[in-house]
Nanobody, 123 residues
Framework: VQLQASGGGLVRTGQSLRLSCAASGSRLRIDTMGWYRQAPAKERELVAIISRDGNTNYADSVQGRFTISSDQARNTVYLQMNSLKPEDTAVYYC??????????????????WGQGTLVTVSS
């Protein structure tokens, strides 16, 4: 399973960015897709997550500003980030918990990470 994230960049306070992440793999069943972030000298933290049935969960710090959505047909998750603040500056990582199937139909459950995309918000 591979995750390809895009959409990071440099913006000013109050502006918006949209991150995208596409999962690829053979016979993939995705249970959750989400975004985490890691700022310099800090632990990686959950930003937002969406489940297969559409339930979402957000970090308190982004509630009301960020919106996570998904396109299940394309195995793609999006993160719309509005009203960005300097404290949102971090490397954002896409994550998925998914099941893929081997040639003999054996299921393999995994927790997969994308390569990270840098979001920088200037004051």
């Amino acid at each position: 399973v591979q995750l390809q994230a895009s959409g990071g960049g440099l913006v000013r306070t109050g502006q918006s960015l949209r991150l995208s992440c596409a999962a690829s793999g053979s016979r993939l069943r995705i249970d959750t897709m989400g975004w985490y972030r890691q700022a310099p000298a800090k632990e990686r933290e959950l930003v937002a997550i969406i489940s297969r049935d559409g339930n979402t969960n957000y970090a308190d710090s982004v509630q009301g500003r960020f919106t996570i959505s998904s396109d299940q047909a394309r195995n793609t998750v999006y993160l719309q980030m509005n009203s960005l603040k300097p404290e949102d500056t971090a490397v954002y990582y896409c994550n998925t918990k998914a099941i893929s199937y081997l040639w003999d139909d054996s299921p393999v459950a995994g927790n997969y990470w994308g390569q990270g995309t840098l979001v920088t918000v200037s004051s």
